[in-house]
Each structure stands twice: as C-alpha cells, then as structure tokens.
C-alpha cells in the first residue's frame, strides 16, 4: 500500500491546478484495477486521503450513438470476467 501512495502523491504533485481563490489544489480522481474502482482524494491541504473503494470492476461491453453520430452512451456490466 506504500508505493501506491507514493504513487498517488507522485500524481497529484504532477496535477495540480488553480482555483479560483489562486491556490493549488490536486485532483481527485479514479482508478481501476482487477478489484475494482477506486476514488483518490485529496484533503484541503493537498493530502493524499486513503482510497476509497466504490465497487467491482465495471466493463464496457457495448456503446451507443445516435443517428448523427453523436450523443454517446455505454452500457456498463459490473464484477470479474472470466476468460473462456
């Protein structure tokens, strides 16, 4: 769990931006990995807060248009996959 914090901290040094009083802030943002997806957050100091699991990893099986090609959305499966 160490080095995922380094790399998170890594991350946020790496990204930050501006807020509208002028200060730096990180971004929070999510990760997805075989356990599933995970939101990074960062305190109002700009601290690495602990992961926080939100769930099961989420797949993509099929995206849709409309007729102009536009308006886009994807249809998500939830859990593992297993390989056939």
């Not at 995922?4 to 990995?33: H, Y």
């Amino acid at each position: 769990m160490n080095q995922e914090i380094a790399r998170v901290t890594k991350f946020a040094s790496d990204n930050l931006v501006q807020t509208s009083n002028g200060e730096s802030t990180s971004c929070p943002f999510f990760k997805v990995d075989k356990r599933g997806v995970w939101f990074h957050g960062f305190n109002q100091q700009g601290e690495v807060l602990s992961p926080l699991w939100i769930c099961s990893p989420l797949h993509v099986p099929a995206k849709s248009r409309d007729a102009h090609n536009g308006e886009w959305g994807v249809r998500l499966r939830a859990g593992l996959t297993r390989s056939i």
